[in-house]
T-cell receptor, first 111, second 112 residues
Framework: GQSLEQPSEVTAVEGAIVQINCTYQTSGFYGLSWYQQHDGGAPTFLSYNALDGLEETGRFSSFLSRSDSYGYLLLQELQMKDSASYFCAVREDTGGFKTIFGAGTRLFVKA | SQTIHQWPATLVQPVGSPLSLECTVEGTSNPNLYWYRQAAGRGLQLLFYSVGIGQISSEVPQNLSASRPQDRQFILSSKKLLLSDSGFYLC???????????FGPGTRLTVL
């Protein structure tokens, strides 16, 4: 079966760095994505890793270790607007690019 | 540019009533299409996905069904709604060679 584990909540202060971990168990792993969702809104894409290593996009970075079935999202220079839910999602190597989402991590950024 | 539309934005339906939610994509062809449901404060549950017209894969057995009558149209239906069908329904698409899923604005369904 498929499963993704990520912390339910993380709290950090403005300007800090926070890391949100994700471990997964799936068949036919193709890649790991991260999405951000603000209250009441739709998820928006942040990053995608298919190969081991770190991908950096501005203040956000994402890491993948395929051998450990593990990834993380790193948010730097936190801002209040970063308060949101963050989801890791595994894309499976099946027809249709089936994507399974984790339960999400609620990030609270405090002043 | 590509856009994705969903309607209605909100819906309140009585238990046992039918349901039809529509999703359309513009600006792309032959997208892979997805229906997700999100309960309050929870993650996204994949319900259905489609790689082409008339091709539907179901992920969770339930009283919902999906259809894809046209390349860029994806419909979620139910003959009789249950209380447990309440939630935030999201349609998404991805291009064949892409890595990013684009989500529609969602439909918030309340079954009373």
């Amino acid at each position: 079966g498929q499963s993704l584990e990520q912390p339910s909540e993380v709290t950090a202060v403005e300007g800090a760095i926070v890391q949100i971990n994700c471990t997964y168990q799936t068949s036919g792993f193709y890649g790991l994505s991260w999405y951000q969702q603000h209250d009441g809104g739709a998820p928006t894409f942040l990053s995608y890793n298919a190969l081991d290593g770190l991908e950096e996009t501005g203040r956000f970075s994402s890491f993948l270790s395929r051998s450990d079935s593990y990834g993380y999202l790193l948010l730097q220079e936190l801002q209040m607007k970063d308060s949101a839910s963050y989801f890791c999602a595994v894309r499976e190597d099946t027809g249709g690019f089936k994507t399974i989402f984790g339960a999400g991590t609620r990030l609270f950024v405090k002043a | 540019s590509q856009t994705i539309h969903q309607w209605p934005a909100t819906l309140v339906q009585p238990v046992g009533s039918p349901l039809s939610l529509e999703c359309t994509v513009e600006g792309t062809s032959n997208p892979n299409l997805y229906w997700y449901r999100q309960a309050a404060g929870r993650g996204l549950q994949l319900l259905f996905y489609s790689v082409g017209i008339g091709q539907i894969s179901s992920e969770v057995p339930q009283n919902l069904s999906a259809s894809r009558p046209q390349d860029r149209q994806f419909i979620l239906s139910s003959k009789k709604l249950l209380l447990s069908d309440s939630g935030f329904y999201l349609c998404a698409w991805i291009s064949g060679g892409g890595n990013e899923q684009f989500f529609g604005p969602g439909t918030r369904l309340t079954v009373l």
